[in-house]
């Protein structure tokens, strides 16, 4: 899992390089398995790859969000990211 990948006003240009290098790898990961899902061949492990793949990536936006604008990550400031002002539904 991606740990400490995110741009903030104050990084330096390694460290955009290595984010931008974790970003592409995950990337490439994803179009990887998506890839394998179009022969029909698409299995259960691949399909929890993948939802890791995208977890990372969420990861990824929140963190660069909250460096961005200098913000503690908290559940509230997390869900104020989100694209829809509709609240989550509880999974069954």
């Known amino acids: ?3 400490e ?3 903030s006003m104050n990084s330096t240009p390694a460290q955009a390089a290595e984010i931008l290098s974790t970003v592409t ?3 490439v990961n994803i179009e990887g398995l998506i ?3 179009s022969g029909g061949s698409f299995n259960s492990a691949q ?3 993948l939802t890791l793949l995208f977890t990372n990536l969420a990861q990824l936006a929140i963190k660069a969000a909250h460096d961005a604008s200098g913000q503690d990550i ?3 400031s997390v869900l104020k990211l989100m694209p829809s002002a509709a ?3 509880q999974a069954e």
Do not use: S
């Open 35 to 37: 890839g394998a899902a």
């Open 1 to 3: 899992m991606v740990t």
């Open 87 to 89: 609240p989550l539904a």
């Open 25 to 27: 790898t995950v990337a």
């Open 74 to 76: 908290t559940p509230e």
């Open 47 to 49: 399909a929890q790859q």
């Open 5 to 7: 990948a995110a741009v």
